[in-house]
C-alpha cells in the first residue's frame, strides 16, 4: 500500500499526519487504483467482521450466512481486478460489477452486485472520479438496487444505500473532498443499520440490525479506513451500546487461568482512544467487551487472579469510576452447575409389557418428585404452558411400552390429553388429575406390574384423598364465592376455587389452611415454587410448623412457576 | 382446498388461492423479481386486469404437501441462478412458516428478464 505512485498527486504535508507506514489519501480525485484499493479494502474488512455479519442472520433459509455471502462476492469482484493496473475507474469500476455478477452469493451477493453495477454504469469511461461523480455513482448504485425487485423491503441492506447515497448528497453541498464525503456516508450508512430494526418488524422481534445492511457499512468503512491511513485486517473493536454487552454469555466462556470478571462503568476524562485502550486491556486479560451509554462507559474483562485489581486501577487514571464489579467466575459456573443438575432426575425404566406413566408436570422439582415415584415419562406443562397434543404423542411413542397412563395434573390439559390418546395406536387411560397434589397421590397407587384397568381405576380413587391448595397473585381485581380480589393481592385456592385472599404469603397460607381444615389432616406437604428461595420457604415451613404441631410437615422444591406455594392436605 | 390439521374447534381450511396470494407476495419481494408472468395468453387476457393473485402461481398438491410453480420475470443484470435460487428459499420458508403446511417443493420458471438499462 505504500507503494502508491507519488504521480497521482499525495500531497506530503498530508503523509505527514501520521508516521505510520500507511499514508492517507485526502484528494480530490479518485482514479482507478485508488478504486481497487478501496474494493480490496472493502473485502479485507468485510472478512475481518464477517462473523459479526452472520451472527445478525434471522431469516432461517439454507439461504447460507450473509456476511459469508457478500464476502464471497466481494472476493469474485476483485478477482477480476487483481492482475490489472488500470488507471480509468470507468474500466475498473465495470470490471468489479462484473466479477460481483458473475460471482453473486445468496440475497445480500445479488444486491451488491447490482450496486456495483449501478455505481459502475455512472462512471462509464471516466477516467477518474470526483466528489460530485462519487454522488451521482452511489444514487445510480440505490437506483439500480431498487429497480431489481417489485416491492423493495425497507429495513434492509436497500434502505441504507439509499442512506449512504443522501449522505453524499448532503455532504456534496459542504464542497467535500471524497475522504470528508466517504466519512459522512459512513457515519450515515452506521446510523441507518441502527435504524433497520425501527424498519423491519423480523429484526426487531430478534433484536438484530439487519446482516446485510451491516455488511454494506462494513465494505464502507473499510474504504473508509484505508483512506484514513488504518488498518483493515483486524477485526473491529468499535464499541457497541451498552445494552448489547453480552455479559451473561461471556460468562460460559471461561479459559483456565481467566478466573475473575471485572466490570467498571467509568466516564473517561478526555475522549477514549480505542486502539490503546483496547490493546492496554489485552495486556491484562481475555474477552474483553466495552460499551457505551451517555458519556459513560462500561468496560468488561476476564483476568487471571492475581491481575484482579489491573483494569481498575488502568482506568482510575483514564476517569472517574462509577462502579466496580468483581466476580469470581470459577465460583459462579460452579454454583450455575450445580443448579443444573439438580434438572437431572432419574426416571423409571419400563420394561415391555409393563404399564408406564406419562405426567405433565410445570417444574423441574415436581418432575423429579414424579420421577421418583415411578414416572416414565415427562412432559414439561402447567397452567400457563399447556403441552402441545405433539409433546404428549411423542412421549408415548418414546416409551417402549403401549400400556400407557396419563396424569395431566392440570385441568387445562385434559383436553390435549384426551387428543392425544385418540391419535396413539397405543392404549392409554387418562387418570383426570386436576392438580399436581391430586398428580401425587394417584402416582402413589401406580403399580407397572398391574392391568391397566385395575391400575388406572386404583388411581382415580387415590385422587380423592387429597385437597389441593394453590397460591398465587391475582393478575387482575376480581369478585367471586363473595371475595373481592385487587389485581395484585395474594389468592388461595381450594381445589381449584377461589377461597382466599391476603396481602402477604405467610397470611394466605394461614388462611387457606384454616380453610381446609388443616387441624383435621394428617400430612401438609408445601411444593415451593420458582419465585420462592430455599431460605423462604424453610421460614414458612417453620411457622407452619409451630401453627400445626401435630400434623407432619413436608417442604418439598417444586420449581413451578407462577406458584410460590402448592400444597396438598392429606 | 386442504385440511390444516385437526383443531379442536374443528377443520381449517385454506384454499389455494389464498396459498397463491402469498407464494407471490414472498416471489415479489425478494430481490431480482419485476414481475409474475403469465403462462399463456389466455391467462394474462383473463387474469392480468383483475390483478389476480393467481397470476403466475401454480398450487399443485402431492399427498399432505405443497408444491408450488412460479413463472417469474426477472431483472436483467442479476445472477439468474442466485436470484431463482433464493426465490425458492423465501417462497418455501414463508409458506411453512406461516402455514404450517408442509412445502414439497418450489419451481421457478424464469419466463423473462426486464431490461432496465443496457450495460
Known sequence: MTQYPSSLGIDPAERKGGLSARPRFDLREVDGILLKLLANAGLSWLSANQQTVNALNVFPVPDGDTGTNMVLTMQAACREIANGHERNIGKVAHAIAQGALMGARGNSGVILSQLWRGFSRSLDQRPRMNSSDIVSALKAARDTAYQGVVRPVEGTILTVASDAAQAADEAQAKNSTPLQMLEQVVEAADRSVQRTPEL???????????????????ILEGMLRVMRG????????????????????????VEPGQDYEVVVDFRPDRPLD?????????????????????????????????????????????????????????????????????GNYRLAAVAPGQLASVVVAPGEGLARVFA???????????????????????????????QIILLPNNKNVHMTAQQAKELTVKRVMIVPSGTVPEGIAAMLAFCAEGRLEIVAQAMTQALSNVQTGE??????????????????????????????SGETL??????????????????????WGSDL?????????????????????ELIEGDQPHYPLILSLE | ?????????????????????????????????????????????????????????????????????????????????????????????????TLGLPVREVNVHVQGLRVSNTD
Open chain 1, 200 to 218: 423491519l418488524y423480523v429484526l426487531r422481534e430478534a433484536g438484530v440490525v439487519d446482516s446485510g445492511g451491516k455488511g454494506l457499512f462494513f
Open chain 1, 230 to 253: 488504518e488498518s483493515v485486517d483486524q477485526p473491529s473493536t468499535t464499541v457497541q451500546p451498552l445494552s448489547a454487552v453480552q455479559i451473561l454469555e461471556a460468562e460460559e466462556l
Open chain 1, 274 to 342: 480505542l486502539e490503546t485502550f483496547y490493546s492496554d486491556l489485552q495486556k491484562m486479560g481475555t474477552s474483553i467487551q466495552v460499551g457505551q451509554g451517555e458519556d459513560l462507559y462500561r468496560m468488561h474483562i476476564h483476568v487471571p487472579t492475581e491481575k484482579r485489581y489491573r483494569p481498575v486501577d488502568y482506568i482510575m487514571k483514564l476517569g472517574s469510576v462509577s462502579k466496580v464489579s468483581i466476580e469470581n467466575l470459577l465460583e459462579q459456573t460452579a454454583l450455575s452447575n450445580r443448579k443444573q443438575s439438580k
Open chain 1, 372 to 402: 421418583s415415584l415411578g414416572a416414565a415419562a415427562i412432559v414439561p406443562g402447567g397452567q400457563t404452558m399447556n403441552p402441545s397434543t405433539q409433546e404428549i404423542l411423542k412421549a408415548f411413542e418414546d416409551l417402549p411400552s403401549d
Open chain 1, 471 to 500: 397460591i398465587t397473585v391475582a393478575t387482575r381485581d376480581v369478585e367471586l364465592n363473595g371475595l373481592q380480589v385487587k389485581e395484585g393481592q395474594m389468592i388461595g385456592l381450594l381445589n381449584g376455587e377461589l377461597a382466599v
Open chain 1, 506 to 527: 405467610q397470611e394466605t397460607l394461614e388462611r387457606l389452611l384454616e380453610h381446609g381444615r388443616a387441624q383435621s389432616c394428617e400430612l401438609i406437604a408445601l411444593y
Open chain 1, 533 to 553: 428461595t430455599a431460605s423462604e420457604a424453610k421460614t414458612i415451613e417453620e411457622k407452619i410448623r409451630s401453627k400445626y404441631p401435630t400434623q407432619e410437615i
Open chain 2, 1 to 97: 382446498m386442504t385440511t390444516g390439521g385437526n383443531a379442536p374447534l374443528g377443520s381449517i381450511c385454506i384454499s389455494r388461492r389464498a396459498i397463491a396470494s402469498l407464494a407471490s407476495q414472498a416471489a415479489l419481494q425478494s430481490y431480482g423479481v419485476v414481475g409474475m408472468a403469465a403462462r399463456g395468453y389466455f391467462e394474462g387476457f383473463i387474469r392480468a386486469p383483475a390483478r389476480d393473485p393467481r397470476q403466475g402461481v401454480e398450487i399443485r398438491y402431492e399427498g399432505d404437501e405443497i408444491c408450488i410453480d412460479l413463472f417469474v420475470v426477472l431483472e436483467y443484470g442479476t445472477r439468474i441462478a442466485t436470484v431463482a435460487r433464493s426465490i425458492a428459499d423465501t417462497v418455501h420458508y414463508q409458506i411453512e412458516h
